[in-house]
Nanobody, 119 residues
Framework: QVQLVASGGGLVQPGGSLRLSCEASGGIVSINVMGWYRQAPGKQRELVATLNSGGTTNYADSVRGRFTISRDNAKNTVYLQMNSLKPEDTAVYYC?????????????WGQGTQVTVSS
């Protein structure tokens, strides 16, 4: 089992910045993907950004150029730097970890952290 603890959400004005952090612990594997999804009220959960253990990133079109994902492998921690925030970025942000163990893959989710962009 992998446990994920996220932090860094909050209330910010449009145009502001926030940084989310998520630390993984437990059944860490060398081949993995860490990242963030979000879910706004009344909407489906959607991908925000991911970063695999090989260094490849993937961003949603809506955040590309404004958000940056990074990771510290020594700390098993993934970060999401969010700049130029917009009201439509308001959502609960969920940390995500995909573990590859041989032919199988298992997904884990953190508890979610609220990000509210409002004046």
């Amino acid at each position: 089992q992998v446990q994920l603890v996220a932090s860094g959400g909050g209330l910010v004005q449009p145009g502001g910045s926030l940084r989310l952090s998520c630390e993984a612990s437990g059944g860490i594997v060398s081949i993995n993907v860490m990242g963030w999804y979000r879910q706004a009220p009344g909407k489906q959960r959607e991908l925000v950004a991911t970063l695999n253990s090989g260094g490849t990133t993937n961003y949603a079109d809506s955040v590309r150029g404004r958000f940056t994902i990074s990771r510290d492998n020594a700390k098993n921690t993934v970060y999401l730097q969010m700049n130029s925030l917009k009201p439509e970025d308001t959502a609960v942000y969920y940390c995500y970890y995909r573990a590859f163990r041989g032919p199988s893959r298992v997904d884990y989710w953190g508890q979610g952290t609220q990000v509210t962009v409002s004046s």
